[in-house]
Structures are given as structure tokens and as C-alpha cells.
């Protein structure tokens, strides 16, 4: 499958909760980004794409092929840049990565800093 273009410097952030930080559920993720805009799912539009939060993932998915929906790695395909997430307590890993209006990784990939963060 052919990958869509990101620009050079393209960046996806998680501008809050920040890395560390000790939060409660649900927790309120915001979603940033630098360098391209936000689309929705569907929408072809040159250097532009959607969020994916990874979710306590160890192992990033195929850049290759549409990304899975599940648990671990969750859709936000009409172009959210925020969500509350329901957390068990305990330590967690956030982080983002932009798809295109497939839902396939940019090449390069946009993507976050991996986070972590403590639910209590």
C-alpha cells in the first residue's frame, strides 16, 4: 500500500496530560499538531491526517497497512484533538500517531513522544 507524503518537520504532541504526570480517571488527553492539519478519515487532502492514541502499546503497528481498531490503538476519524479516556489505575503509556484518510501512517511517520502517566 502506498503511504502518503508527510511533510518535513511534521509532528504530532500530546499537550496534555505532560510525561509523569500523576492524573485520575478519566483522564483528558489533548491532541496536537504541528506542521500538517487535521482531517477526517475519508478526507483526501494533501498533508493532512488523524489522530491514533496508542494506549499502553510496546510495539508499534504495520506502517504499511490501515491501523487496527481495538483496546490498544484507538480511532479518532472525525478529526478529534481531545478525548477522555477511562483508565485503570496504575502506569500507563500514551502516544500519538497520525494516519492518513485511510488510517495508514504517514511516510514518515507523524507521531508523539511516548508518555507515561500514573492513574490513581
Do not use: C, W
Not at 76 to 88: A, C, D, R
Request: charged share 20%.
Amino acid at each position: 500500500m502506498v503511504r502518503s507524503p508527510a511533510p518535513e518537520g511534521a509532528a504530532a504532541e500530546i499537550v496534555s496530560p505532560t510525561n509523569g504526570a500523576t492524573v485520575s480517571s478519566p483522564v483528558k488527553v489533548v491532541f496536537g499538531l504541528e506542521g500538517m492539519e487535521v482531517a477526517p478519515a475519508g478526507n483526501e487532502q494533501k498533508n493532512s491526517g488523524h489522530h491514533h492514541l496508542l494506549i499502553d502499546l510496546d510495539t508499534m503497528p504495520n506502517m504499511d497497512m490501515p491501523l487496527p481498531a481495538n483496546d490498544q490503538v484507538v480511532h479518532f476519524g472525525k478529526g478529534q484533538t481531545e478525548t477522555e479516556l477511562e483508565l485503570e489505575p496504575g502506569t500507563h503509556t500514551l502516544q500519538l500517531l497520525l494516519g492518513d484518510y485511510r488510517h495508514v501512517p504517514h511516510q514518515p511517520p507523524v507521531t508523539s513522544e511516548k508518555i507515561t502517566i500514573t492513574v490513581e
